[in-house]
């Protein structure tokens, strides 16, 4: 029985039998609040976003990559990895969709996505999104 069979059950046996006892309407309500965060997660997980590797950003790719190479995250001068974006503390703080948009190579999208990430850490300078002429 999955959460969702778990909640079902729950609520049918809560229309059967009345709904006085506080013990079982305390019990649906946690898995009710279980299921929303679950399927949030879900969600969250499988998001995407889109990213034009033609848009313009504001650090140079020279800069981008010399953070990539570098030994210190940008946002908070922890310690990183070489070759990665951010330290793991900074990149775990990530929303699902941003950490896979920085799996993109450079020059496919990987300069965006480090801007997009910089601006959800709350670091200046943000990704400069203005709709180009067609
Ligand atoms: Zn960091």
Avoid: W
Wanted: glycine fraction near 2%.
């Amino acid at each position: 029985m999955n959460l969702r069979e778990a909640l079902v059950t729950a609520i049918e046996f809560v229309r059967e039998h009345g709904h006085h006892d506080a013990r079982l309407q305390q019990a649906v309500k946690v898995l009710a609040r279980k299921a929303e965060r679950m399927r949030e997660k879900a969600e969250a997980r499988n998001a995407t976003i889109e990213i034009d590797a033609n848009a313009p950003t504001v650090l140079p790719r020279s800069m981008v990559i010399t953070d990539y190479r570098g030994l210190y995250c940008r946002v908070c001068n922890r310690k990183k990895t070489e070759c990665t974006a951010f330290c793991f503390e900074c990149f775990y703080t990530l929303k699902p969709a941003t950490r896979k948009a920085l799996r993109l190579s450079f020059g496919e999208g990987f300069e965006q996505a480090y801007e997009i990430a910089l601006a959800e850490l709350d670091k200046q300078p943000v990704i400069f999104l203005e709709a180009r002429p067609a």
